[in-house]
Structures are given as structure tokens and as C-alpha cells.
């Protein structure tokens, strides 16, 4: 129990050691406005409004080194990104560079967003303002507000060039309480405990009033426009399950995920709706074994059949992959693809793996660990000559039911051992044998009943004598009946020997 605690201990304290969620490339060479197209999905309340039911998305070319993608953005992405600029430019005394000033009057727009005219200046604006930021020289790696907007959410965190921590010089602190305003949405990690309750007024007064993603006060930019809808309810700073901070409509677009800690804790697969910094962090680790049951929840495992299955099968698996001497092993490994971790006998899960399990007979893992545990199996003991090699034959030698079934060290649970010599067996050949080949008593059991059945006999014939006369003759009669017929046939003709069970029972 002192060794568990400690590794949860040394667990959590790795998780509370990431760094920022969002690593990017070394370097970023170029960008381009490639083209826009119009998409059905979210729009503002104006927009609604006068009937707009599309978006623009902004198709936008990245250069870095010899790689290149394509990223899609909105607009409104684009203006999230010129405010966590702007802050962080700010707190090192910086200036953005003259192309974003043009961003503030833009942004301004409320109709006419979808038209030709506004979608060139935009496309124009936002090249401009991208390649004056990557040119600036203010950076010696991209900061994470810009690689955030420049790289593809989806493939992120797999990228090999994603593996460069935004200096923290960069995010260099003047005093506590702005270090406590600049650090908001930079920087996300993996959180696996429930966070204590806190009121609205405690988490504004927190926050300084201010967004923890892009650090805009929330009355800022405050129309009559605004302060109508936020009369109604709408447009309020809205909380974000997973980091338990509040975000602006802009940061948080109401979408939702499950989360680990409720998981974890309460096996709780509902979403909840979160930020776009959480909702993109946890897309990323969605597929990541990064969920140690044991070191969060340990009880876990007594609640949950399935998981406790689940682990029962790794560990097999696990242990049987430790005799696997071919190359059979690699066909496994391509076999499982991404999820390759769950050969391993730890009980690392990702967020995918349990969202399956919660699904009860429909789920898939189950299914998926034991063809692979059977296939494994079926490997060693039947197909493979290399691999068979690490079986023994069955100590029952002749005895056994079946000789040429070898018996393998991963099959504690079908064999049995010999208490003396170590011997193993099969259990069907063990239950028929009494003694093992090194003379020791391997049906102890029955050893036992044998000496407890004796004892019970010397117990009833000391009863016998004390017990009364009709009682003991019948002991008599019945342990005397049974005399040697070969002693009874010396004496068939001495007169003077009586058997005691020929007499009558009312004799005496």
C-alpha cells in the first residue's frame, strides 16, 4: 500500500510538471492566405439575426523548413490571436508590428462579413499581420498563441516537430498578480483531480476580471449591441469544466467533452463544456495512454468488471509476451497499431480505451485484448517451434492424460505444483496420482480425510466401552464379522473357539 501511494505520489507531480500544452515547430518560414469557403456551423447572435447561417473559413498556407500544411481559421480566430499577442507583447514592453493596427477597426464589422470585398481585405490582413509577426525577430521560436493558430489541432501533439517548449522567458512575469493574469489559457496540462467548488465572484476576482484565454477584461469593447444580449443571459463568461476557469463566447464556443477526473473518479462519461484551449488539449491526448487508473483511483478497478478484466488480460498478455523469441512479436505491434500500449502489463489506459468500456456489451476492447491474448497463446503452444520451446512435459509422465500438451511458466492458473520437488502438472493428471515421482504425498487431501476417519473409529470404539452393554456388543458384532476368513478357517474345528458375531444379540 506504501509502495501504491508513492507511485501516485510521483505520478501526479509528473502531471503537474507539464509544460505548455501546445508545443510547436522550431521555426515557421512562411504563411500564406491560400483562398476562403464558406462553412455551415456556429455564427454570432447578430449574424442569426439578419439570417446567416455560414461562415468564412480562411485557408491558410504554413511553411517550415521542409514541411508544409494547410490550416483552416476563422476570423474571429485570427482576432483571438491578435489579443493574446497584443497581452503578450504588453508584458515585455513590446509594440505589435504596424500591420496589426489595421486589426481593431477590421474586427468592428458586424454584416456583410460573408462578402467578397471584406473577405479579400481580410485574407490580405491577416497574411500581412502573420508574416510581420514571424519576421519581427522578437522570437527565437514561435510563441504559442502563433502556433496555436498556424498548426493542424488534429495532428498536433504527434508531430516531430511539435517538440519545442515556447521559451518561458518569453512569459516573463512583473510581480505575482500579473503572473497570475499572463499564464492564464498559455499553458494547459493533464488534470485528473475534481477541483473544489468556486463561485462566479471568486473566480472573476481570481482572473482580475479578465478572460483566462486571450486576457480581455470582459467589459471590454462593451456595446449597447452587447450589453442588451448579456441582459438576456447571452454573452456572460462562460466556465470551463476541465481548467474551472472562465472564458469569453470567443474562447469558449459551449463545445464539450468528457473529462478524465470525472471519469476517474465517478466512472462519469457525460460533456461537459469546456474552453477551445481545453477542447483541443484533450482531442490531442484523447489516443495517449495517459490515464494511470491505479495512481488516481485504485478502487476503481473493484467498481468497474470491465476494467478489472481489461487488466487481468494485459497482465496475461504481458507475461506470455516475455516467451515470444520470433519475430511474431512485431506482427503484434503492427497489428495494434497506435495502440500497442496495451501489451504492456501497466494499467495506463487513454481517455478512448474507458469512453469504450463505458459502452458495456457493445464495447470493443474487451473483445480486441482477448483475440490478442488468444492469438499470443495459440503462437507459443501450437505454432511456433521456437517459441514452444520454453514448455515442459507434464510430471505425470505415463500417467498423463495428454503427453504432448507441454506446459508453459504463463499458465499458473491450469497446472499444479508439487509441494516437495517443484514438479508441475497438469491439473486433470494431478487429481489422479497420490504420490509425485520424488515420493512425496501429492493428494494431501486425502491423507488428511484417511487419518481424520481413523481417528473418528478410535474415537467410537473409546465411546463403545463406556456406553451401554446392547450398544458395545454391536460395535463388537461388526468389528469382529469382518475377522480373516483364514484365521476362522484354522479353527473351524476347536470347539472351544466361539465367533463373537454368530452370537445371538440377546445372548448376553
Request: charged share 20%.
Amino acid at each position: 500500500m506504501r509502495l501504491l501511494m508513492k507511485w501516485k505520489k510521483f505520478y501526479l507531480i509528473l502531471l503537474s510538471l507539464q509544460g505548455p500544452g501546445f508545443l510547436g515547430p522550431q521555426r515557421i518560414d512562411r504563411v500564406e492566405v491560400v483562398g476562403a469557403k464558406q462553412k455551415k456551423g456556429d455564427v454570432s447572435l447578430s449574424e442569426r439575426l439578419v439570417g446567416v447561417k455560414e461562415y468564412t473559413a480562411y485557408i491558410i498556407r504554413v511553411w517550415s523548413g521542409k514541411n508544409q500544411w494547410e490550416v483552416e481559421r476563422r476570423y474571429r480566430d485570427f482576432y483571438t490571436l491578435y489579443r493574446r499577442l497584443k497581452s503578450l507583447f504588453a508584458d515585455q514592453g513590446w509594440t505589435l508590428p504596424s500591420p496589426w493596427s489595421s486589426v481593431e477597426k477590421e474586427s468592428r464589422k458586424i454584416f456583410g462579413n460573408a462578402s467578397p470585398d471584406v473577405v479579400s481585405e481580410r485574407s490580405v490582413l491577416i497574411q500581412e499581420c502573420l508574416h510581420s509577426t514571424i519576421h519581427s525577430g522578437f522570437f527565437s521560436s514561435p510563441p504559442s498563441a502563433l502556433v496555436w493558430f498556424l498548426f493542424p489541432r488534429d495532428s498536433f501533439p504527434s508531430s516531430p516537430a511539435a517538440r519545442t517548449l515556447v521559451p518561458q522567458s518569453v512569459f516573463s512575469n512583473r510581480g505575482e498578480d500579473a503572473g497570475n493574469i499572463s499564464t492564464l489559457g498559455k499553458t494547459i496540462s493533464l488534470i485528473v483531480e475534481i477541483r473544489p467548488f468556486k463561485s462566479t465572484k471568486q473566480m472573476l476576482e481570481a482572473q482580475h476580471y479578465t478572460c483566462a484565454g486571450c486576457h480581455n477584461h470582459f467589459d471590454d469593447g462593451m456595446t449597447l449591441m452587447r450589453d442588451f444580449v448579456q441582459t438576456l443571459g447571452w454573452g456572460k463568461p462562460r466556465l470551463c469544466e476541465y481548467t474551472g476557469q472562465l472564458f469569453c463566447s470567443s474562447c469558449h464556443t459551449n463545445e464539450t467533452a468528457v473529462l478524465p477526473a470525472r471519469v476517474l473518479h465517478y466512472w462519469d462519461f457525460i460533456q461537459y463544456p469546456v474552453s477551445q484551449l481545453a477542447k483541443s488539449y484533450l482531442d490531442s491526448i484523447h489516443e495517449q495512454p495517459m490515464l494511470c487508473v491505479s495512481a488516481v483511483n485504485p478502487f476503481l478497478f473493484s467498481k468497474v468488471p470491465a476494467l478489472h478484466h481489461i487488466m487481468d488480460v494485459r497482465k496475461k498478455i504481458g507475461t506470455m509476451l516475455s516467451y515470444v523469441r520470433c519475430p511474431f512479436c512485431r506482427t503484434i505491434n503492427e497489428g495494434l497499431g497506435s495502440r500497442r500500449y496495451l501489451l504492456e502489463g501497466n494499467d495506463f489506459f487513454a481517455l478512448r480505451d474507458l469512453i469504450d468500456l463505458s459502452k458495456g456489451a457493445f464495447a470493443a476492447l474487451p473483445v480486441m485484448v482477448e483475440t490478442v491474448s488468444r492469438k499470443i497463446l495459440e503462437h507459443i503452444t501450437e505454432q511456433c517451434l521456437i517459441c514452444c520451446d520454453v514448455g515442459v512435459p507434464c510430471s505425470a509422465r505415463q500417467a498423463c492424460n495428454d503427453p504432448s500438451s507441454l506446459i508453459f511458466p504463463f499458465q499458473e492458473g491450469e497446472i499444479e505444483r508439487c509441494a516437495s520437488c517443484e514438479s508441475v502438472f497438469h491439473k486433470p493428471c494431478f487429481s489422479k496420482l497420490t504420490n509425485c515421482f520424488c515420493g512425496a504425498h501429492l493428494r494431501t487431501d486425502e491423507v488428511m480425510e484417511s487419518t481424520s476417519s481413523l481417528s473418528r473409529k478410535a474415537s467410537g470404539l473409546i465411546l463403545g466401552r463406556r456406553s451401554g452393554s446392547a450398544m458395545g456388543l454391536g460395535l463388537f458384532s461388526e468389528l469382529f464379522s469382518k475377522a480373516n476368513p483364514e484365521k476362522v478357517k484354522d479353527h473351524k474345528d476347536n470347539d472351544a473357539f466361539i465367533l463373537m458375531g454368530s452370537l445371538p444379540s440377546n445372548f448376553l
